[in-house]
């Protein structure tokens, strides 16, 4: 199992982005993961497409766009300009969820479906085959700094069968990244569990030795059966 460490940017320093980044990255971040929230469908606001591009120099991995937005597709081409690699989508967020994602993949990006803690797993029933990543919310979204909801190992256990059969057919990798308070004391259990992407953003953030703290998280996932 290759396992990644998704950086959140949502907690980096705004006023030096550039920087955290490169920081980041220096650490160890095989992805940065990029925070959109448009205060509609979640109550908070972030950053756009003008932001994602700004970071883009920086950025010497693949940016993971995480759209907590509604409408979505209005904004797909932005991101895609802008560099992202990844663009993943809450379902009921966008009216043609199967729209949505050949939209991301005609602009050349990797389409994701996020799924709320309390949203069911069935979305990925039908379009599965057609995502390069599944991405599975571990706390509310709209805010850094929450604690793990624990029955989200449950669902990742069902959600990996669904992927691994889905890799099979589809013949290529598709991630199974968790998003919400993963810290290196849970990061192991989240691995058992099914997950091969980690977000991480006020575990990251909130220390001021990136590389530590991403080495601890790493270090944690050694011991994973
Ligand atoms: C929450 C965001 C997460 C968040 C993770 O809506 O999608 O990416 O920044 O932050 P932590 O790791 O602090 O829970
Ligand atoms: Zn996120």
């Known amino acids: 199992m290759i396992y990644r460490i998704?950086?959140?940017l949502l907690s980096a320093d705004f006023a030096r982005l550039g920087e955290e980044v490169r920081a980041v990255i220096a650490a160890g971040a095989d992805f940065v993961h990029f925070d959109v929230m448009d205060n509609h469908y979640v109550p908070n606001l972030t950053v756009g497409p003008l932001v994602c591009a700004a970071v883009k120099p920086y950025a010497t991995v693949p940016?993971?766009?995480?759209?907590m937005v509604s409408p979505v597709d209005t904004l797909v081409n932005g991101f895609a300009e802008a560099g992202a690699t990844y663009i993943s989508f809450h379902p009921e967020a966008t009216r043609h969820v199967d729209r949505t994602i050949a939209l991301i993949r005609d602009c050349g990006c990797r389409p994701g479906l996020a799924l709320n803690p309390g949203a069911p797993l069935s979305p990925l029933d039908w379009v599965i085959d057609r995502l390069d990543l599944v991405l599975l919310m571990s706390v509310n979204p709209g805010f850094g700094g929450q604690s793990f909801i624990p029955y989200t190992l449950e669902k990742l256990r069902d959600a990996r069968q669904r992927v691994d059969a889905a890799q099979q057919r589809a013949g290529r990798e598709i991630l199974l990244e968790?998003?919400?308070?993963?810290?290196a004391d849970n990061i192991a259990a989240i691995a058992e569990a099914g997950a091969d992407t980690f977000v991480a953003g006020s575990a990251i953030f909130s220390g001021?030795?990136?590389s530590e703290t991403i080495g601890a998280l790493r270090q944690a996932l050694k011991d994973v059966r």
């Open 6 to 8: 998704a950086p959140s």
């Open 63 to 67: 940016i993971d766009v995480h759209l």
């Open 178 to 183: 968790v998003d919400g308070g993963v810290k």
């Open 208 to 210: 001021n030795n990136y």
